[in-house]
């Protein structure tokens, strides 16, 4: 049996989408709060996109 791989690529890559999810959340949120024009076109495609991205991951999901 081999052992687990303890490289950092290995120990880094169950958080890597999870932080840029939370960046794309900050980014939305900050220019919704910060004006409107512009930045509000940012948030709604911002959170549209996390929004797609999760309507993906529910379909592609394991149904065991």
Do not use: C, E, K, Q
């Not at 490289?7 to 980014?27: C, D, E, G, K, N």
């Not at 797609?52 to 379909?59: D, K, T």
Request: proline letters at 8%.
């Amino acid at each position: 049996m081999n052992p687990p791989d303890r490289t950092p690529a290995a120990m880094r890559s169950p958080f890597v989408a999870p932080a840029w999810i939370a960046l794309a959340t900050l980014i939305g949120l900050v220019s919704a709060l910060l004006g409107d024009g512009l930045f509000d076109l940012v948030s709604w495609l911002v959170f549209s996109a996390l929004i797609a991205l999760f309507v993906r991951a529910w379909i592609r999901r394991d149904r065991r």
